[in-house]
């Protein structure tokens, strides 16, 4: 017997923490700008913003979504509990969690089962105003939970990974408050270490929220579709460097398992560059490039 879609519905003390977690960094964002206006902004701030921004979305892009959702590449020990840990720093959920989610957004890509698609509810101008809230922000409010024992039995099942899933609260903790501590002791103050606290933590967790929820909304409804897929997935541009390639989205809902997505030229994908440095490190290896052979299985729009 096939195993159900969705688990038991999530308690109300989670939910109120994924309140917690997408909302505070959102009025952090919002007051950022009058912040900005002439103080609160140090260039340690930018630089630890930018720094954790690249090593919580990298952690997501090459860890959460290429190793571990879509089995990209294999990775030793070490570097796939590092890119677990990196990845829960963005704040977007436990890697279980976020990986079940995954996965069924390509089983039902686009239709009745998705979690978050655009065009569940028509396509009139209101039905995808709606649309696109739900697959942006709306449906990370839902109390149902995707089943993990139907879509990640094998990360349920990995010791290292599931210990790091139930470490998630800790890994939240750690995301907000270690900008804040190399802050105020860069600066000696607790000035520095509010502003890092306020740019590093909450900002950047806040501005990377928006960069991969816009791969689940922006990236289904507008921009090139070069390749069939299922879906709508769309490849949209600029984008490219903030979801350090994970914008280069058409070609990934073509061939979900490659470990690059941006296969074009100028298309930059900087988790697939990642990739590469790994794999010639030694640390990475069986890694699913797009060969000559593998690009011609699949099938190119008119």
């Not at 010791?159 to 903790?173: E, G, H, K, N, Q």
Request: some cysteine; hydrophobic content about 50%.
């Amino acid at each position: 017997m096939a195993k159900p879609l969705l688990a038991a519905r999530r308690p109300a003390g989670q939910a109120a923490l994924v309140y917690g977690f997408t909302l505070l960094p959102m009025l952090a964002l919002v007051a950022a700008v009058p912040l900005a206006w002439g103080w609160g902004l140090s260039w340690l701030d930018v630089g630890l913003a930018v720094g954790f921004y690249f090593l919580s979305g990298l952690g997501v892009t090459a860890g959460f979504h290429r190793l571990f959702t879509h089995r990209s590449f294999k990775a030793r020990r070490g570097l796939r509990s590092g890119l677990a840990v990196a990845g829960s720093l963005a704040m977007q959920g436990d890697v279980i969690t976020w990986v079940a989610d995954h996965r069924r957004h390509h089983a039902f890509t686009d239709k009745a089962g998705d979690p978050h698609s655009p065009w569940l509810y028509g396509t009139t101008p209101a039905a995808l105003a709606k649309g696109f809230f739900h697959s942006h922000l709306g449906w990370l409010f839902a109390r149902d939970c995707t089943n993990a024992e139907r879509f990640a039995p094998d990360l349920l099942a990995d010791a290292d990974v599931a210990r790091i899933s139930r470490l998630f609260p800790l890994w939240t903790v750690i995301s907000l408050l270690a900008p804040a501590l190399i802050g105020g002791f860069a600066t000696l103050s607790w000035w520095g270490a509010l502003t890092a606290f306020f740019w590093a933590g909450l900002v950047r967790v806040a501005v990377l929220h928006h960069v991969t929820w816009s791969i689940n909304s922006i990236c289904h409804m507008i921009g090139d579709r070069p390749w069939d897929a299922p879906g709508r997935a769309t490849n949209v541009w600029p984008l490219a460097i903030l979801s350090m390639g994970e914008s280069w989205h058409n070609l990934h809902h073509a061939d979900p398992t490659c470990a690059r997505h941006g296969i074009g030229r100028g298309q930059v994908d900087m988790t697939a560059r990642l990739i590469r440095v790994f794999e010639q490190l030694g640390w990475a290896h069986s890694v699913r490039w797009p060969t000559p052979r593998r690009i011609a299985r699949l099938t190119a729009r008119d």
